[in-house]
């Protein structure tokens, strides 16, 4: 019968890349003690673009009774990043490239039974060229992150290395209201050296335990032969997962049994549910129009990095459940089991995927790590009820418009569909995708990552691209998989702009976006970006390094933004009231405008005690104007009823004479292009535009970043204009693109600037 050990306590960590730590005889003493999870980037990769990537070493003791002799022993990882190799007693036993899925090394023919084993574990967060993700607008956290478990099973078992799945797949052939038709594929390993006759069995309970389905199977195994069987079952009259409804799960209980003993046994929890993507009405769940009110989230924590435990994915989920989110885009990897787990018992339909984001390999074309990893996370979390959309790739064509990337997308969503038939792909193509370019019509369903009120335009422009968008490819199923702004609490204003980084700007912007969207049944589904604030190392903006503070949470999730309480009063019906601006202590006005989030009816405002209106709310944002406040202390009271209780808020304000400059963000610019590279003071002085002609034979913005430093003097024009590119964190990215491309991302590439390049670089000839 299967044992798992885990094997997280008392391990002895080395920042050096010393070879000679597989050895038994390795000096511990030098090493530090720690226990997993673990990662060594925990404070410096979110705290400016220097961290540490490299290759360091864990060391652990373990040992294995006697008894176990005759068994097979695996070693399991559920996460480390991002290139990891095993060693048990100085010998090499596996090989891993990838940091965020599980896998298993049978280590059966190196374990000393009944004596100490030294196991050394080397992993690398070095970037390679033939592993996902090359670059990326988040930290590499390095490290032994997740578990590591000691895995005994007797030599005739579900099979562990089918890409560190469970062996056990539950295929929803069809399902109706009526009935759940299923059939139970098992991958059945025989590592004896003779033939082996075991029976398969599998029950099916529900929450009480109580059996709804029943059957088992002969199997015959030769010698060291793995074997697929499919067995069928039917649930009649299921009762079915239906999101946050009643996220009901069902228990199969599958186990293999020889003569009177029960050899191996896996207990799946599972849900039944059928759905659909409309291209006019959006999301269906088991029949019914479900909105996919939809939130992204990253897996790092403020000074832990991705080195966090069940207590913080359940605090995540708290937080997630209470905005009323009824989705979660998992970006941009495979998250921990644990948290897909917390989506199947909370009922969120998840979105996940790989990191095949934003740069293709150069030298790698076959996608082999890609295809490897899209793998890895179906295999594993294919039992999964939460799980309804496989994404292929983000923002890919940031690394230029290169056929093998085509062709590359187009292979891992047939993989996909290959793979898991029952389940719909999708991807998220960066904005400056053109609405009839065929990466639309790829995947079953499309995301768009568009920042419009932040890196360009204003917010209310996603109202005409969204209605344009469906005009022109009616049949395209459109989602929003990215949006949002910058928001840092220090930063306040009464008359909130775009970049300028503050609270109040970061909610004015969802209120409008989330206007829009409501507006639009169409859209299958819209993603915040980002729930949480995450590390980001290639990040310096607003004074804060290190971070992609757009998240409606703090990275240490000590505090929700006024935004978070805007969805809240539109998405949740646990009723509250929420005075926005409540960090925006020190005000210089006599007569502000007070706001509140609330999802009740009313509200009724109170100032210094004294009751002043009571106003219902448009799309749940109430708006109180030329509020007096007195020199001083201020108490601002907002109360409101709802269902026979009271719910209140308050906020205090004080009244001061001058404004208080530390409200003022240090840099007034923000997004893509200021992040990666200065804009001269006078690019976009008043000049007169002409128009040029700008032919082939030319140089011109036209041209990636990379064809213009290849050359002498184009790269002399780039360097007057835009600095030395060389030197930037993010070069790997910008060589691949094109200056035209970037000036589509921001306002900060005004036409001014790119008449004033253009006009040198079309003096050089190609």
């Avoid at 970006?529 to 703090?554: C, H, P, S, Y």
């Avoid at 004479?657 to 002085?685: I, Q, R, T």
């Amino acid at each position: 019968m299967r044992k798992t050990w885990n094997l997280n306590q008392g391990w002895k960590f080395s920042k050096e890349d010393d070879e000679g730590a597989i050895l038994a005889a390795y000096p511990n003493e030098n090493c530090e003690s720690v226990d997993l999870p673990h990662t060594w980037n925990a404070i410096d990769g979110a705290n400016g673009f220097e961290y540490f990537k490299g290759a360091c070493w864990y060391r652990k003791e373990f040992t294995v009774p006697s008894r176990e002799q005759g068994n097979t022993i695996f070693i399991e990882f559920h996460g480390s990043n991002s290139i990891t190799d095993v060693y048990v007693n100085a010998i090499h036993i596996g090989h891993h490239r990838g940091g965020y899925s599980i896998f298993r090394f049978d280590i059966t023919d190196v374990v000393k039974f009944g004596q100490t084993n030294v196991l050394a574990v080397k992993v690398d967060n070095t970037v390679y060229d033939d592993v996902y993700p090359q670059m990326a607008d988040f930290t590499f956290f390095g490290g032994i992150y997740r578990d590591v478990n000691l895995v005994i099973a007797n030599p005739v078992h579900f099979d562990l290395l089918d890409y560190g799945s469970q062996g056990i797949y539950i295929v929803q052939e069809d399902v109706t209201n009526e009935q759940a038709a299923l059939s139970i594929k098992a991958k059945i390993k025989n590592d004896r050296d003779e033939e082996k006759k075991v029976r398969l069995w599998v029950d099916l309970l529900d929450h009480r335990g109580e059996s709804v389905a029943y059957t088992a199977q002969e199997v015959v195994l030769a010698a060291g032969e793995t074997k697929e069987v499919a067995i069928p079952a039917v649930i009649n009259n299921p009762m079915l997962w239906n999101g946050r409804k009643n996220a009901y799960l069902y228990q199969a209980k599958v186990s293999l049994t020889s003569f009177n003993d029960t050899i191996d046994e896996v207990s799946i929890p599972f849900g039944v549910r059928y759905f659909r993507v409309d291209p006019e009405q959006g999301f269906f769940l088991n029949g019914e129009h479900l909105p996919l009110h939809g939130v992204s989230r990253h897996q790092d924590r403020k000074d832990m990095g991705w080195a966090i435990t069940k207590r913080e994915h359940q605090e995540d989920m708290e937080l997630i459940k209470e905005i009323g989110a009824t989705s979660i885009r998992l970006a941009h990897y495979q998250h921990d089991q644990y948290f897909y787990d917390l989506c199947d018992q909370e009922g969120m339909v998840i979105w996940a995927e790989i990191p095949f984001i934003s740069v293709m390999s150069k030298t790698e074309l076959e996608g082999i790590n890609a295809k490897q990893q899209m793998i890895e996370l179906i295999r594993q979390n294919f039992n999964h009820p939460s799980i309804m959309l496989w994404g292929v790739q983000n923002e890919i064509q940031i690394g230029g418009d290169r056929p093998e990337v085509r062709r590359l997308v187009k292979e891992l969503h047939e993989l996909t569909k290959r793979e898991d038939p029952t389940r719909l792909t999708t991807m998220a193509n960066v904005s400056f995708v053109e609405m009839d370019d065929e990466y639309n019509y790829i995947t079953d369903t499309i995301g768009y990552n568009h920042y419009f009120g932040w890196y360009g335009g204003k917010a209310e422009d996603f109202e005409g691209w969204l209605d344009r968008y469906h005009k022109k490819n009616p049949n395209v199923n459109l989602g929003i998989s990215e949006y949002g702004v910058e928001g840092i609490l220090q930063y306040h204003s009464n008359e909130p702009k775009v970049k300028d980084y503050t609270e109040e700007y970061h909610a004015l912007l969802h209120e409008k976006v989330w206007n829009i969207f409501a507006k639009r049944p169409y859209l299958w589904g819209t993603y915040v970006w980002n729930m949480f604030d995450f590390g980001a190392n290639i990040r310096n903006e607003g004074g804060v390094k290190g971070r992609n503070n757009k998240g409606l949470v703090t990275y240490d999730r000590k505090i929700k933004k006024d935004a978070f309480y805007l969805y809240k009063a539109n998405w949740s019906d646990r009723k509250f009231v929420h005075i926005a601006g409540k960090r925006f202590v020190d005000r210089p006005d006599s007569d502000i405008n007070v706001k509140l989030y609330s999802n009740c009816d009313e509200v009724i405002l109170h100032v210094n005690g004294v009751e002043i209106a009571a106003k219902s709310g448009d799309n749940h944002i109430f708006m109180f104007e030329n509020i007096r406040l007195q020199d001083g202390l201020n108490e601002i009271k907002a109360v409101a009823k709802a269902d026979g209780e009271i719910y209140q808020d308050v906020a205090r304000w004080s009244k001061i004479a001058e404004p208080n400059l530390s409200y003022v963000a240090p840099e007034s610019k923000g997004g893509v292009v200021s992040n990666w590279f200065k804009v001269p003071e006078d690019a976009h002085d008043d000049i007169e535009v002409e128009e040029l002609e700008i032919t082939a034979d030319v140089y011109s913005t036209r041209d990636t970043i990379g064809a213009l430093m290849a050359n002498e003097q184009s790269n002399a024009v780039l360097k007057k204009f835009m600095g030395d590119l060389s030197e930037n964190p993010m070069f790997d990215m910008l060589k691949s693109l094109k200056i035209d491309m970037l000036a589509s991302l921001s306002d900060e590439l005004s036409d001014k600037f790119l008449y004033r390049l253009n006009k040198e670089l079309i003096q050089i000839k190609k």
